[in-house]
């Protein structure tokens, strides 16, 4: 098996485990992430991003497939189910995922996935009302964004 394609197989088998340490072990320095929610994260922000996840994330599943690993790129596809803590509702996201290595490690992570559908199973009735609109998609960002602030903030190992 390609060594990029082990090294996502660790990444996902770290998330399923709670495993953040190992997670941002998989990461290069200078990585950078993107998803619809935490649209740029580089370094530290995205291992701290992950651990705040996990920490959260008491009832978290978490399964791949479809791994692929060539050249210096390699993607995944996972799915993850977890209670949204801040309205206690049930969500299955399904994300696709495209990365880039750079000496065994990842360098660039882009998960990508409905956003306006996780806001139906997230918020509900609310999500599903409005979380297509630019103005929601916004919210839920600039609410994430600052949840990851104050846990970095707590956290000097990401500072």
């Known amino acids: ?12 088998e770290a998330l399923s485990r709670g495993d953040y340490s190992t997670m941002g072990a ?4 200078e990585v950078h992430f993107s998803d619809p929610v935490f649209e740029d994260l580089h370094g530290l922000e995205a291992s701290a991003m992950w651990h705040m996840l996990c920490e959260s ?11 692929t690993g060539e050249g210096t790129t390699g993607g995944a596809h996972w799915e993850a189910r977890y209670t949204f803590s801040p309205t ?6 399904k994300i696709d995922a495209r990365f880039e290595f ?8 882009a998960d990508t996935f ?46």
Not at 57 to 67: A, E, K, R, Y
Not at 102 to 109: M, S
Request: charged share 20%; proline share 3%; with cysteine.
């Open 26 to 29: 998989c990461y290069h320095p």
């Open 114 to 159: 409905d956003l306006w559908k996780w806001t139906r199973m997230a918020l509900g009735t609310t999500g599903l009302l409005i979380g297509w609109t630019p103005s929601a998609k916004s919210k839920v960002r600039s609410t994430a964004q600052d949840r990851l602030a104050r846990f970095i903030g707590d956290h000097p190992e990401y500072q």
């Open 57 to 67: 994330g008491s009832d978290l599943n978490v399964t791949f497939d479809n791994v």
């Open 88 to 93: 206690g509702r049930w969500v299955h996201n």
């Open 102 to 109: 750079a000496d065994g490690l990842i360098t660039r992570h």
């Open 1 to 12: 098996m390609d060594t990029n394609a082990t090294t996502i197989e660790r990444f996902y």
